[in-house]
């Protein structure tokens, strides 16, 4: 069964704190996704990672996918209220590129005044 | 340049009733994928249209079918809605062959069986 977990899935952290989530993966893919989801909202695309040893930063995100260990993580540095909100991982397991996504549990961030 | 739109934002049905969504995708964007968000869980792949057929399809039964027109729309339908039909449905689009770029989501139709 393909499987994509992320941990943890509940994360409360204080402003201005490190921290990383990460992403597992069962399924050979070299396409994962990063999305955030406000509450009711939907969600808004954050990096692209389409090979082994890709690494993409935005602001207080960095985002770096390790395609041998299935493995991705999302980086948050000095974090700040605004980061507040859920964020999915997301892979790309079709075989022709059309964009089938298995979406990750997701990790839900409180960062704390 | 609009985004990827949809409608109804909200929906209330009763169990048995059947249901239609509906999807404009992003301009320029020819390839729809259907998308179901329960409460506190990711997003759930249904089905994807691609040149007015379906090309993909998750593990959701028959009740679950769709359709998309030559201006690359798409609906979705559910017949005999169930109390766990109950979700957050999320329309996506894409342009094919462009496959370094990502899905752009639609703020979705909430919709609640009762």
């Known amino acids: 069964e393909l499987k994509v977990e992320q941990n943890p899935l509940f994360l409360s952290m204080q402003e201005g704190k490190n921290y990383t989530i990460y992403c597992n993966y069962s399924?050979?893919?070299?396409?994962l996704y990063w999305y955030r989801q406000d509450p009711g909202k939907s969600l808004e695309s954050l990096f692209v990672?389409?090979?082994?040893?890709a690494v993409k930063q935005e602001g207080r995100l960095m985002a770096s996918l390790d395609t041998k260990a299935r493995l991705s993580t999302l980086h948050i540095t000095a974090a700040v209220h605004d980061l507040s909100a859920t964020y999915f991982c997301a892979v790309d397991i079709s075989t022709s590129g059309t964009y089938k996504y298995i979406f990750g549990t997701g990790t839900r961030l409180k960062v704390l005044a | 340049d609009a985004g990827v739109t949809q409608s109804p934002t909200h929906l209330i049905k009763t169990r048995g009733q059947q249901v239609t969504l509906r999807c404009s995708p992003k301009?320029?964007?020819?390839?729809v994928s259907w998308y179901q968000q329960a409460l506190g869980q990711g997003p759930q792949f249904i089905f994807q249209y691609y040149e007015e057929e379906e090309r993909q399809r998750g593990n959701f039964p028959d009740r679950f079918s769709g359709h998309q027109f030559p201006n690359y729309s798409s609906e979705l339908n559910v017949n005999a809605l169930l109390l766990g039909d109950s979700a957050l449905y999320l329309c996506a689009s894409s342009e094919t062959g462009n496959w370094d770029s990502p899905l752009h989501f639609g703020n979705g139709t909430r919709l609640t069986v009762t």
């Open positions: 399924t050979t893919s070299d396409r």
């Open positions: 301009s320029g964007h020819d390839t």
């Open positions: 990672l389409l090979s082994n040893g």
